[in-house]
T-cell receptor
């Protein structure tokens, strides 16, 4: 079974802090994604990566950056956390270009106070 | 621009009933369509993936169909159980983009 893990289930940070969210997958997938999910807004894509050291902006990249130094790990970075970044963050991975079946991690509920 | 719609937003049915959840999309040029289940506060669990060349997929009590020409997919749940209560989302993949519907919140009454 594909396994996608996220470093924390719940996280509480203060405004202005730098926040790292880690995601690891164990299926040698090329593609990895970061989404945020908010009530009434659904899932919105923040960033995605098709390969090591490659990244592409999604629909809402402002205030976020990412890092993919190894194939299995995709990190989401909030350079200076703000209260409007309080959300559920979901990581996903998928295989080759002809198969976009996505597998999701359990999510990280981030609260910025 | 691809848009994915799920109607209704919420559905409540008594246990044991068969039910259908709907997903519609505006652009038929898709690679595949995926159905997910999400329990409150949790991540998404993949239920079924239908490739663009397929018409349906089945897994246990679940059957998903795809009609690209009409831009529709349905998820059929047979003999519903209280444990099926969750939010169900569909997602359409096309040209490196994956677009999610807003989901249908399903409640099965014992």
């Amino acid at each position: 079974d594909v396994k996608v893990t996220q470093s924390s289930r719940y996280l509480v940070k203060r405004t202005g802090e730098k926040v790292f969210l880690e995601c690891v997958q164990d299926m040698d997938h090329e593609n990895m994604f970061w989404y945020r999910q908010d009530p009434g807004l659904g899932l919105r894509l923040i960033y995605f990566s098709y390969d090591v050291k490659m990244k592409e902006k999604g629909d809402i990249p402002e205030g976020y950056s990412v890092s993919r130094e190894k194939k299995e790990r995709f990190s989401l970075i909030l350079e200076s956390a703000s209260t409007n970044q309080t959300s559920m963050y979901l990581c996903a991975s998928s295989g080759g270009q002809s198969n976009y079946e996505q597998y999701f991690g359990p999510g990280t509920r981030l609260t910025v106070t | 621009k691809q848009e994915v719609t799920q109607i209704p937003a919420a559905l409540s049915v008594p246990e044991g009933e068969n039910l259908v959840l709907n997903c519609s999309f505006t652009d038929s040029a898709i690679y595949n369509l995926q159905w997910f289940r999400q329990d409150p506060g949790k991540g998404l669990t993949s239920l079924l993936l239908i490739q663009s060349s397929q018409r349906e997929q089945t897994s246990g009590r679940l059957n998903a169909s795809l009609d690209k020409s009409s831009g529709r997919s349905t998820l059929y749940i047979a003999a519903s159980q209280p444990g099926d209560s969750a939010t169900y989302l569909c997602a359409v993949s096309s040209a490196s983009k994956i677009i999610f519907g807003s989901g249908t919140r399903l409640s099965i009454r014992p």
